[in-house]
């Protein structure tokens, strides 16, 4: 399998039952949230709205160094705009983590029961074993 640029889009060449097939794929294109907000107002808004293929187009003019992108990039950072009211990257929530009152009680339970193990506390308890672990260390 081999991969190659052949102008300026990538292309792989694949073997199947002994046949050769070219397969076309696109550059991923990362765009910045300035990108992002240009795009949203190059769509308009109201009586005044352009269709995404109009849009493609005219981002593709502004900004003719950038990968092209396509009617689905559009399609998507209009749908965030709409469900969120912004077209910021969401960071991943960090996570979970126990409350006073949740260790209180893996303490005590361990306290009552030494012998019990970390598996049987989280099963008995509703918490992950890693998360029991994490207390008692």
Do not use: W
Not at 21 to 42: A, G, N, P, S
Request: with cysteine.
């Amino acid at each position: 399998m081999r991969i190659r640029k052949i102008g300026g889009q990538n292309k792989e060449k694949r073997r199947l039952g002994g046949q050769v097939f070219m397969l076309q794929f696109r550059e991923m294109v990362y765009l910045t949230e300035m990108h992002k907000i240009t795009i949203q107002q190059m769509i308009g808004y109201g009586d005044r709205t352009r269709t995404q293929a109009e849009v493609v187009c005219l981002f593709q003019e502004k900004y003719p160094v950038l990968p092209p992108i396509y009617q689905g990039t559009v399609s998507k950072i209009e749908k965030q705009f709409r469900e969120r009211g912004h077209v910021r990257h969401l960071k991943k929530n960090p996570p979970n983590k126990l409350s006073d009152d949740q260790k209180l009680d893996i303490m005590l339970m361990l306290e009552e029961n030494p012998h019990t193990s970390s598996r049987q506390t989280a099963s008995a308890l509703n918490i992950s074993h890693s998360s029991i672990l994490r207390v008692l260390t």
